[in-house]
């Protein structure tokens, strides 16, 4: 008898089947965002919150599944990763480079040795001071690292554009890089005050050398290729389609060749930026587009990841670890802003932004306590884990409370975000000329010749809207009638194909018009009520549109300079 055959996604994970789990986790997480944000919380708080509900509390997402599902989390990631490196165009560096530098060394240098001191006296309460210390300076490496992923969604969730979106984009990007470094001595001073031969530091340094250089040439090479690829793709599922399967070959090659992922796809976004400012525009949009479920995904999974042993112990040195790493960051980036010359906004918010921990934490956390052994272990693995839940939770709320009391929330707005905000009331234009049903042709003309219109609505004695006289319509009936003079507004008008009133939603407006393929709608003041009081030009409205994008962002610019 021939085996069974097994569908892909329908093997189980725990009780549930993959599919399942994945629409379960998708939709759960959605519900989550959206009540937390009701409560004025950042979404990405609501989904680990379901995930923790999800995870250690029901055991729905079980940690076996949470390793079954790593390769997702790595994809995500590498999303989060490339869309990172479309906002570090040339132009940041070039007007933030010594200053994001010169913070991105005070805050993450005085989070580690702000972390070490405080677990090193904590740990001595438990410890010999060799081990604590050797565990300390573990902890402050393992603190230096912000989370891109959480940091980078508040920013994107709240619409945020300024010096100190720019700046925080910049140093969540290049904060691996100093972790890593810093990972490197810490792992090596431990393994000396430890007594383990495993932590050689020739070997160590060369190991981090190739991931970083690697993950850059990786990540440059990809963008190089795809760049290429990009300038003969005009059509938008060809674009998305060639984006994505270039992320994911990132990805792949990076997990094969031992490099960093997100290190590697925020290069290979960097490096499309800058090559094609303007076309790979699209590219971003589309995957933009294409990212929110993984987001939902990636965060509850993290929240199912958050497994913790909360004893006395575990609590007084987890405290220890977020006090150092809030407090650190926090002076760390004001004197490394101060030093730098930064402007206020930065001075004073950049610190609250920078809390959040997540997956580069917790990848360091692992490689470490590969190093320790039994006892020690176990309480690295909580400590910091518990840390990280702590900092998850309130590192997203104050990284809105800074972007908001730095005024840069809602600032980078789209067209689409701000018709959603408008009404046709709003944007509509009231001193139309209108035409009487029984005006003469020679009438007709005279308000035509008089005026720079090309819609011009024909009313009845009433003012009920009845039809409507374009200058293409004119035309055509030059053309195709036999003019005399007895002709009236009436014989020539063409019909109405659709009306809106005062209060219809703008984008309801220009979706009914564009499927209609018109760029005019007139405005009556009810669906009971034909009276004319006023016309949509949806051409004319989206060039009002662009130029309130236009201002936005120049006085964004104003505040940078």
Known sequence: MADPVIIAGTQDYGHLNLV?????????????????????????????????????????????????????????????????GGELKREIFA???????????????MAFLLVLLLSFLALCLFYDWQTALAIGVVF??????????STVNILWEYKARGPLTSMLTAIVALDDALALVLYISSVSLAGFLTGSKQAGLWLLIFHSFYEVIGSLVLGVAAGLILSWIAKKSEDDDRTLVLSISMILLTIGLAIYLGLDVILSSMACGTMLVNILPRRSSRSFELVTRFSPPIYVMFFVIIGARLNVNFTGSILLLAGTYV????????????????????????????GFCLYQQGTIAVALLLMASQ???????????????????????IGPILTKIGVKKAGEAGLN???????????????????????????????????????????????????????AI????????????????????????????????????????????????????????SQQDDSFVGLLNCRAVRRQLSAEILSRQQKVDNIAG
């Open 20 to 84: 399942l789990l994945f629409g379960l986790i998708i939709l759960s997480g959605a519900f989550g965002a959206r009540l937390f944000q009701k409560l004025h919380i950042p979404q990405v708080v609501g989904y680990i919150t379901i995930g923790i509900v999800l995870g250690p509390l029901l055991n729905i997402v079980s940690q076996q599944t949470v390793q079954a599902l790593e390769p997702f989390g790595l994809f995500a990631l590498g999303v989060i990763g490339f869309l990172i």
């Open 323 to 350: 006090i150092g790493s809030t407090v650190g960051k926090t002076a760390g980036s004001y004197l490394g802003a101060v030093y730098s010359k930064a402007v206020p906004t930065v001075r004073r918010y950049l």
């Open 413 to 467: 707005i789209t067209e689409e975000d701000l018709i959603k905000t408008y009404n046709v009331t709003d944007v509509m234009e009231v001193n139309i000329p209108t035409i009487t049903a029984g005006a003469s042709l020679n009438e007709v003309v005279k308000i035509v010749s008089g005026t720079e219109n090309f819609y011009y609505p024909v009313v009845d004695n009433a003012k009920k809207l009845i039809g």
């Open 470 to 525: 374009t200058l293409a319509g004119i035309r055509n009936t030059f053309a195709t009638q036999e003019l005399n003079e007895w002709l009236v507004a009436l014989d020539i008008m063409e019909p109405v194909i659709a009306k809106v009133t005062p209060d219809t939603r703008l984008s309801e407006a220009f979706e009914g018009a564009s499927q209609l393929d018109t760029e005019y709608l007139p405005v009556v003041v």
């Open 140 to 149: 402050g490496a393992i603190c230096s690292a912000t989370d891109p992923a």
């Open 371 to 393: 190093r320790f052994e039994g006892r020690v272990r176990d309480m690295m693995l909580s400590v910091i884990i518990a840390g990280v839940l702590i900092l998850q939770l």
């Open 95 to 109: 007007r933030f480079g010594k200053q994001v530098f010169a913070i991105l060394l005070f805050e993450g240098g």
